[in-house]
């Protein structure tokens, strides 16, 4: 399941607006994962977590630059987030599962900001890229 | 058994209040199918589903994403018991369908998403975690009666 060129050249198109809002973004998406999937808080016992948490805007934005790196590399995802993937490996260990709420929180999270521009395309586009990205950032698990 | 709270009840039933079923429905199921193209395999006699405009045109999937909201309408008049609601419904799926019952959780999903897209900023954290909860107690209820 790779990106084709339209998908490519919608993820890129929407990541300019993305990024203009990219730390509210990125913490919105969290809160929304803390409150839809508590499960997800378990790794996160060293952070506070209540809404707007100077922790919660800091990784917020950690996560979205990420995305930015992936984005900027879209034809490369791999090679932008090696080291990512191996952090996440050997020393997070997030269990797979967790990829998927956490992508599915950011397409709520982005539809509910930018609804004119989130078409069934660009969700299908985006669903796609994000699989892409939790793919990388699993690879290495064993 | 899914219990909820009066607040996410309220959450949930105040926002279905305002959502237009048919067009919603419409756009919901034509969503799955776009973003997750191997369920059209539930719908070979739909006609034309060989592009994204193609299928959120498309009247039969308008049709029947009208319907599949209307059942959903339903589980909010039972979100008490969700498992009884869905009974017969879960013994269609499984033995005249024969629909994997993880094609649920994507359709909830996706149901999720385009209620984000319409009601924006109204669609807050707590707002989506009720609905996350009915989604999945829906998908569990139309399982349930599988074997």
Not at chain 1, 51 to 74: C, E, F, T, W, Y
Not at chain 2, 40 to 54: I, K, M
Request: hydrophobic letters at 45%; aromatic letters at 10%.
């Amino acid at each position: 399941m790779s990106l084709t060129k339209a998908e490519r050249t919608i993820v890129v198109s929407m990541w300019g607006k993305i990024a203009t809002q990219a730390d509210v973004i990125g913490m919105e998406a969290l809160e929304r994962l803390f409150s839809s999937f508590p499960q997800t808080k378990t790794y996160f016992p060293h952070f506070d977590l209540h809404p707007g948490s100077a922790q919660l805007r800091a990784h917020g934005s950690k996560v979205l630059a990420a995305l930015g790196d992936a984005v900027k590399s879209i034809d490369n995802v791999a090679g932008a987030l090696s080291k990512l993937s191996e952090l996440h490996a050997y020393v997070l260990r997030v269990d797979p599962v967790n990829f998927k709420l956490l992508s599915h929180c950011l397409l709520v999270t982005v539809a509910s900001h930018f609804p004119a521009d989130f078409t069934a395309d660009a969700h299908a586009a985006w669903d796609k890229f994000l699989s892409t990205v939790s793919r990388v950032l699993t690879e290495k698990y064993r | 058994m899914v219990l909820f709270t009066a607040e996410e009840k309220a959450a949930v039933t105040s926002l279905w209040g305002k959502v237009n079923v048919e067009e919603a429905g419409g756009e919901v199921l034509g969503r799955l199918l776009v973003v997750y193209p191997w369920t059209q395999r539930f719908f070979d006699s739909f006609g034309n589903l060989s592009s994204p405009s193609a299928i959120m045109g498309n009247p039969k999937v308008k049709a029947h994403g009208k319907k599949v909201l209307t059942s959903f309408g339903d589980a909010i008049k039972n979100m008490d018991n969700l498992k009884g609601a869905f009974a017969k419904l879960s013994e269609l799926h499984c033995d005249k369908l024969h629909v994997d019952p993880e094609n649920f959780r994507l359709l909830g999903n996706v149901m999720v998403i385009v209620l984000a897209s319409h009601f924006g900023r109204d669609f807050t954290p707590d707002v989506q975690a009720a609905w996350q909860k009915l989604v999945a107690g829906v998908a569990n209820a139309l399982a349930h009666k599988y074997h």
